[in-house]
């Protein structure tokens, strides 16, 4: 009954290739995008944002970065939280340095950074494959985190080692600092997640993204037909570094306010972004979303339920928190390892032939 | 993107029903992580004080005193959620207990009107009251300490360090490198040389910073660590020999979990302390009979009179006292952070008050003001005793170097007050 082909003609090339055929998901989509954008402005508050919303938005961009390099092109990839510590400290270093600019501009150059700053650590992957790249990207984490420790120049001198988002704005708004409207933080995240997700979307429907799987596939092959590794490993080391540089950044400026790379940015950061790439569904920008909220909102959950509902020891809850997290990852790998992502396309097929499943 | 919304409508009857409380405490504990060595006695001191203000005093002014504790795990996005959390049940004060979450909150307490108190941790800029508002670090702050730390040395050198050789070992992060711009101001000063030596989080594995130094052969060690890196550092120490009375840490690297391991060879390690030591004061009979033997102790109960647990109370009596003066000068009993940030900005704590609540000789007499958020920064030496198993003050409780320290706050507290344009100024 629903998400049906049928009755649903295309007239022309580009409805033909638009990102949702069918009018169910489409329409859908845009239903997703108006509540998101139009209802849940107007009834956050700043418990929502900061405890909810922002964290689930900045990591959800992180893992369509990570993402696409691990789930579209097979690059194996511990590196995430040490390139969003280039993204937050890029982001910082342009804050201090032009306060007059809008935050906006900030955000995509300190992206624009950590794409060179992901290519460079990318080039080790023409060599190297497997477990071998993935301690290759681990090297790109310790080395960034001491970098940041280490100079003082990337905190500014400051005597601490902390960096500290000052107050700036966007359109006169402010978005870091902490007089800031819930709303105004929560549609700026929105709009780069937005951002991110439509150019992810079609760059891996496209040229770029086929050639991705190629290599992902079987390298061999993909060179044999013609695909160049060099620009196909590169480029998605690139766009994937792009997304994270973002998130780190908007991690640090408007989530956090202060950040410390070795806290923030540590190994912890690479886990648990490519743990939501698994748990969501590699190769899935749906899944990205799906693994940041399942492991954004859980321990919340299970917070204000056992916390303030049940009423235990706060230690208990914490502790059951990490039980119950471990458990449901090792619980998804085995019974569904392609993710969130194929649960619900599973559920997509039944409810295409729901109610006659026969 | 379903599923989200589908939880927030769940969670949104949720956050409909706060818990109207008295006088509200939030307690941003981390009783788990690699740090809950440390923060479980801080928050078990912390919650048990307010408890025995309950039980034995009805509250304070009448008012039962309410501590909501959530747990950070030492993580700051979790001090974030926690703050945010708790912020709409009116908190009077709040203890991040963490560096790293205070650098967070400092904006945020400013723009919700909501007193931070950072007891010996935190940013030590904030002294300034002029500029940073509702930030208050007393009694003590890290500057003081590396400055009582090189005092401490000069008094065992009849008052010249000339030629001598100090090794800060620290942390590597926020907390770790506050005193470098102190230890080094005060090197130009009297004439030591001074090295640095960082540890990585969490700090198990020292084995070549400790060869370093067993290298270089420093006079002194000063020491900046946390958690587990407490008792590497000590077992190190004791491997090569270093002479123990020779290495200095911090208050927060001088609790009996951080010398205990370490058996014998940690004998005569000091440390330095801004509160007294021991269970031997007035105030603990009445937690032994009101708090634990009621069964109404925090956590299991086992760590009374401990180092950490102390530290813990004494914030708690500050916190209260703080409370008492709000009460006293509002005229209300259900006071706001508004009351209690005023309050804070005046406390004066005398020896005579100390006595009152069964403190004697606690900790140093200080007054607050609006130029000056962190008091004298009056800190005493204590040091461990391994075959009595137990820490013992040294020293009497002597001011800090005010003379270095000024100019370093002034320098730091004005660059935080032009990135962040806040108008230096008393109200």
């Known amino acids: 009954m629903f998400y049906r082909e049928a009755g649903d003609f295309s007239t022309s090339y580009p409805e033909d290739s638009q990102t949702f055929p069918i009018r169910f998901d489409r329409y859908r989509y845009y239903l997703v995008l108006f509540v998101a954008i139009f209802v849940i402005p107007f009834t956050i508050n700043d418990y929502w944002v900061n405890s909810i919303f922002l964290p689930f938005l900045i990591y959800a961009i992180a893992a369509i970065g990570l993402n696409i390099l691990v789930g579209y092109c097979g690059q194996v990839s511990l590196g995430t939280g040490g390139f969003m510590a280039v993204g937050a400290y890029a982001c910082y270093k342009l804050m201090t340095s032009f306060p007059e600019v809008s935050m906006l501009i900030h955000v995509l150059i300190a992206g624009l950074i950590t794409a060179g700053v992901g290519v460079l650590f990318g080039l080790p992957s023409l060599r190297i494959k497997g477990f071998y790249l993935a301690v290759a990207t681990l090297a790109a984490q310790f080395f960034l985190v001491w970098l940041f420790n280490r100079v003082p120049w990337f905190y500014n001198y400051s005597a601490s080692g902390q960096i500290s988002a000052p107050e700036r704005t966007v359109f006169g708004i402010e978005i870091t600092g902490p007089n800031t409207e819930a709303w105004a933080t929560y549609l700026f995240c929105l709009a780069f997640v937005i951002f991110s997700a439509v150019i992810a979307r079609n760059l891996t429907r496209g040229a770029f993204g086929r050639k991705w799987m190629a290599i992902r596939d079987m390298d061999i092959a993909a060179e044999i037909i013609g695909v160049n590794p060099l620009m196909a490993k590169l480029s998605a080391f690139a766009v994937s570094s792009f997304f994270i540089g973002i998130s780190g950044a908007l991690f640090f400026a408007v989530y956090l306010g202060a950040a410390e790379a070795g806290d923030a940015f540590s190994i912890q950061k690479s886990f648990i972004v490519l743990f939501m790439v698994i748990i969501g569904g590699l190769g899935s920008i749906f899944g990205s979303f799906a693994g940041a909220a399942f492991l954004v909102v859980l321990p919340v959950a299970l917070k204000l339920v056992g916390v303030d509902w049940i009423g235990w020891p706060t230690d208990i809850v914490a502790h059951l928190n990490l039980v119950v997290v471990g458990a449901l990852i090792i619980i998804f790998l085995i019974m569904e390892p392609h993710g969130l992502a194929q649960l619900w396309r599973v559920t997509k097929e039944k409810l295409r032939l729901w109610p006659f499943p026969h | ?427």
């Open chain 2, 1 to 427: 993107m379903k599923m989200k919304l589908g939880t927030m409508a769940v969670a949104a009857v949720m956050a409909a029903s706060p818990v109207m409380a008295d006088l509200v405490f939030p307690s941003l504990s981390y009783r788990t992580g690699p740090f809950a060595a440390g923060g479980i006695p801080f928050a078990d001191g912390y919650a048990d004080y307010f408890t025995l203000l309950n039980e034995r005093d009805n509250g304070i002014g009448g008012e039962l005193a309410n501590v909501i504790e959530c747990e950070t795990a030492y993580n700051t996005e979790k001090g974030v959620e926690c703050y945010e959390a708790t912020k709409s049940q009116n908190p009077l004060v709040y203890q991040p207990l963490s560096t790293g979450i205070t650098y967070q909150l400092i904006p945020k307490a400013d723009a919700d009107g909501i007193p931070l108190h950072t007891m010996g941790y935190g940013r030590t800029s904030a002294k300034n009251g002029k500029v940073f508002k509702n930030t208050f670090n007393y009694p003590v702050n890290y500057w003081d300490g590396a400055s009582a730390g090189v005092n401490h040395f000069l008094s065992l050198n009849d008052g010249s360090l000339e030629g001598k050789k100090i090794t800060l070992l620290h942390f590597n992060g926020a907390y770790g490198k506050e005193p470098i711009p102190t230890l080094t101001a005060l090197s130009e000063k009297h004439g030591f040389s001074l090295n640095t030596i960082a540890v990585d989080y969490p700090g198990q594995e020292q084995k070549s910073q400790w060869l370093q130094i067993r290298r270089e052969k420093p006079d002194y060690v000063l020491f900046w660590g946390w958690g587990v890196m407490n008792q590497v550092a000590v077992q190190e120490a004791a491997n090569i020999r270093f002479p123990m009375e020779n290495f200095m840490g911090i208050w927060w690297s001088g609790s009996e979990n951080d010398v205990l391991p370490a058996g014998d060879s940690a004998n005569g390690y000091k440390a330095l302390a801004f509160h007294n030591v021991g269970a031997d004061f007035p105030v603990f009979d009445d937690i032994r009979k009101y708090v634990v033997d009621a069964g109404k102790a925090a956590g299991a109960g086992d760590q009374v009179g401990t180092v950490l647990y102390n530290r813990g109370l004494y914030a708690a009596f500050l916190a209260a006292e703080a409370a008492k003066d709000a009460q006293a000068a509002s005229g209300v009993s259900d006071i706001t952070a508004a009351h209690m940030r005023d309050a804070m900005e005046a406390l004066n704590i005398t020896e005579a008050r100390m006595a009152a609540a069964g403190l004697p000789n606690f900790g140093p007499e200080f007054q607050v003001t609006c130029e000056n958020h962190g008091g004298r920064g009056d800190v005493a030496v204590a040091q461990w005793d391994a075959s009595a198993k137990s820490w013992s003050l040294i020293t009497e409780f002597a001011p800090a170097d005010a003379s270095v320290l000024n100019p370093l706050i002034e320098a730091d507290s004005a660059a935080y007050a032009a990135e962040n344009n806040i108008k230096e100024g008393c109200k």
